[in-house]
């Protein structure tokens, strides 16, 4: 069992920054790959980056690409997300999870919101 709390949310303008925060706790948190996803109200549930275990190899979706960096402290059982140049259909819940083969757990959110 990984349990798994967001933070760092917010009202943003556009092109400003936030950094999300994931901690975990409960389990081994170095052997999960980490990501994050996103949903915004009336769409799905999106993916938006992900990091392996190791933390050497990382991949994002093409939205963010280039604008949001994930990293991981393996140490603090934590991993962030760096939002940079944020944009109005950034705004979403945005969700932490943590999988390790078919074990699949997911934080409460946090919420995003871009807007002047």
């Known amino acids: 069992q990984v349990q798994l709390v967001e933070s760092g949310g917010g009202l943003v303008q556009p092109g400003g920054s936030l950094r999300l925060s994931c901690a975990a706790s409960?389990?081994?948190?170095?052997?999960?790959?980490m990501s994050w996803y996103r949903q915004a109200p009336g769409k799905e549930r999106e993916f938006v980056a992900h990091i392996r275990s190791a933390g050497a190899s990382t991949n994002y979706a093409d939205s963010v690409k280039g604008r949001f960096t994930i990293s991981r402290d393996n140490a603090k059982s934590t991993v962030y997300l760096q939002m940079n140049s944020l944009k109005p259909e950034d705004t979403a819940v945005y969700y932490c999870?943590?999988?390790?083969?078919?074990?699949?757990?997911w934080g409460q959110g946090t919420q995003v919101t871009v807007s002047s």
């Open positions: 409960g389990s081994i948190f170095s052997r999960y790959a």
């Open positions: 999870n943590a999988n390790l083969r078919s074990y699949d757990y």
